[in-house]
């Protein structure tokens, strides 16, 4: 069974920066892609950023060069650099990653990220 913890989430101002880990119970090398999701309540989950087993990265619009994707193979674990937080990146942040095998998805339990204004 394959975990993934979350952490870094807290609050902050408007402006400030937030760095979110998530910490795999296997080898990253084993997932096709690493995702970050958030949830606002009374919205959908939503794709926040990606990087998959190359390396190559994918961010929404709405994070683009606030927010980095980053991993450490040696540590098998996938970090968010968030930078210039906005009172509307406020969620509930959640780590995923796709199996190579069978394409499953696996997630976090989730870490709350409040940005005040």
């Known amino acids: 069974q394959v975990q993934l913890v979350e952490s870094g989430g807290g609050l902050v101002q408007a402006g400030g920066s937030l760095r979110l880990s998530c910490a795999a119970s296997?080898?990253?090398?084993?997932?096709?892609?690493m995702n970050w999701y958030r949830q606002s309540p009374g919205k959908q989950r939503e794709l926040v950023a990606t990087?998959?087993?190359?390396?190559?990265?994918n961010y929404a619009d709405f994070v683009k060069g606030r927010f980095t994707i980053s991993r450490d193979n040696a540590k098998n674990m996938m970090d968010l650099q968030m930078n210039s937080l906005k009172p509307e990146d406020t969620a509930v942040y959640y780590c995923?990653?796709?199996?190579?095998?069978?394409?499953?998805?696996?997630w976090g339990q989730g870490t709350q990220v409040t940005v005040s204004s």
């Open positions: 995923n990653a796709i199996g190579l095998e069978f394409q499953r998805a696996y």
């Open positions: 296997r080898s990253i090398f084993s997932f096709s892609a």
């Open positions: 990087i998959r087993i190359g390396g190559s990265t």
